[in-house]
């Protein structure tokens, strides 16, 4: 089991960037995978970005050149940052861990655009 707390979600206009956070509970080398998943309101929750222990990146083709999936070990942390934010990149923000045949969730950051 882990547990996963986003944080650095907020309002900023369009054009801007934030970097999202996801602390884990125990080591992310542990992990088999980390991703990050945005859900709109009214919307499917929609995988964005994710990377295996073995460092390896996939992105959703609506992201790519503008978001960044990268982990620090050494903190338990996977970041996401977004740049060139777009009034459509409004959702809640997910960090999921993969582990065996489960998906851990946190508890989501709100990331909102003006535009």
């Known amino acids: 089991q882990v547990q996963l707390v986003e944080s650095g979600g907020g309002l900023v206009q369009a054009g801007g960037s934030l970097r999202l956070s996801c602390a884990a509970s125990r080591s992310i080398s542990s992990i088999n995978a980390m991703t990050w998943a945005r859900q709109a309101p009214g919307k499917q929750r929609d995988m964005v970005a994710s990377?295996?222990?073995?460092?390896?990146?996939n992105y959703a083709d609506s992201v790519k050149g503008r978001f960044t999936i990268s982990r620090d070990s050494a903190k338990n942390t996977v970041y996401l940052q977004i740049n060139s934010l777009k009034p459509e990149d409004t959702a809640v923000y997910y960090c999921g861990g993969v582990v065996g045949s489960w998906v851990y969730w946190g508890q989501g950051t709100q990331v909102t655009v003006s535009s």
């Open positions: 990377i295996t222990n073995q460092g390896s990146t």
